[in-house]
């Protein structure tokens, strides 16, 4: 490198000797005359005014790489890496040590949120999960009490009795029957059939929970159909037994049966629900 | 003046674009630019000495550079990187100091 820069006389003088030897020659030997030191008055000469020579051009390129890369390396240093990267060990083990001491409370933080967020979302679900319940079991014992109307599949029988001669026992046999198959909402005419239902002979026809009700007896019951038809028309069953009577019967299986009629709901004035 | 004009420009166009260095460059773009001024420094001194080839500035420039960056990834290889590149730095540190030493002399006559 020391040969390099030209600020050695003997080694500038040589190579200047061969090929430009003109006007450094010429200063060289202007120069014994003038003092030795060239003062403020050469660097002014030299930097104004500007000319336009081949050495000033390539002066011109070879700064402008080295401000180019002044500037690239002054911004990178005054980065946040590079503080890093010139800290001593002592002091990235610090900062190390506090990065895993915050990652642990924050570890610890985001664990006892995300159970938060769980416990929420279950305990959500759960008291959905039971209202869903509720709703489900209120229209089911709805359905059994009588207190909505329901529909779906199921019979209907139709009890023409033109000479009156059914009586109650016989409309709570088929009842009965229906039950045991598997119905699960029944009525006879307009009267919803529950679990308390009376059934009372009258001169002529029947009440049921002291309504007249008169021929033609038309009972639906919601059920499984396959279940339902079989269980009223087995030997000695219901039907044959009011077919003895003289009675007509039609079963018939549309594609749904609706249960309409309604009954109020009763609260009982004893009992109470015990959980 | 014009190459005055030139660092002044380079300073310039480096902030205004912020150019990538590539990684492999990085480590040695500080030693460069040091070796980069001292170099500069013995050409401003060599002018006032009423010497100053372009030639010779070229050519010791581009000679600086490369061997600091050389020197740099001889030490990076050796596993002395960082105590090598201090050396260079110390080294370009005291030449640096000596020529604006000889400038100061030729400026203030003093």
Excluded: C
């Excluded at chain 1, 003997?10 to 014994?32: C, I, Q, S, V």
């Excluded at chain 1, 207190?147 to 779906?152: H, L």
């Amino acid at each position: 490198m020391t040969d390099g820069t030209p600020h050695r006389p003997a080694g500038a003088h040589a190579r200047h000797g061969g090929p430009a030897p003109h006007d450094t020659h010429e200063r060289a030997e202007t120069e014994p005359a003038v003092p030795e030191p060239a003062g403020p008055r050469a660097l002014l000469d030299a930097l104004w005014p500007p000319r336009v020579t081949r050495s000033q051009l390539l002066a011109a390129a070879l700064l402008f790489a080295l401000g180019l890369g002044l500037a690239i390396q002054v911004r990178a240093a005054s980065s946040e890496e590079t503080a890093l990267r010139n800290a001593r060990p002592e002091d990235l083990v610090r900062i190390l040590s506090d990065l895993d001491d915050r990652t642990a409370r924050l570890e610890d933080e985001r664990a006892r949120l995300e159970e938060q967020r769980t416990d929420l979302e279950t305990s959500s679900d759960q008291a959905e999960e039971a209202r869903r319940q509720t709703r489900e079991r209120e229209s089911q014992l709805g359905v059994l009490a009588g207190t909505v109307a329901a529909e779906g599949p199921g019979i209907t029988l139709r009890i023409g009795d033109p000479r009156g001669a059914v009586e109650a026992d016989m409309l709570l046999d088929a009842v009965q029957e229906l039950r045991a198959a598997g119905a699960e909402a029944i009525q006879i005419n307009d009267v919803r059939i529950v679990a308390d239902t009376s059934f009372v002979d009258e001169n002529g026809g029947v009440r049921i929970d002291g309504q007249p009700v008169g021929a033609p007896y038309l009972v639906s019951a919601i059920g499984r159909p396959q279940d339902l038809e079989p269980a009223l028309n087995i030997p000695g069953g219901v039907v044959q037994s009011l077919e003895n009577e003289g009675v007509g019967v039609i079963v018939d299986r549309p594609e749904t049966v609706l249960v309409g009629a309604l009954r109020s709901a009763e609260q009982p004035d004893y009992a109470q629900s015990s959980p | 003046m014009i190459a005055v004009l030139g660092l002044v420009l380079g300073v310039v166009a480096g902030i205004l674009t912020r150019p990538v260095v590539p990684t492999g460059v990085e480590p040695y773009l500080p030693i460069a630019v040091v070796a980069a001024l001292d170099a500069v420094f013995g050409g401003v001194r060599a002018m006032l000495d009423g010497m100053f080839d372009d030639k010779v500035f070229v050519v010791s420039f581009l000679s600086n550079v490369t061997v600091a960056a050389l020197i740099v990834f001889l030490g990076d290889k050796l596993g002395v990187g960082a105590q090598l590149s201090t050396g260079v730095v110390v080294v370009l540190g005291i030449r640096i100091f000596s020529n604006t030493a000889a400038i100061r002399r030729h400026v203030f006559r003093a």
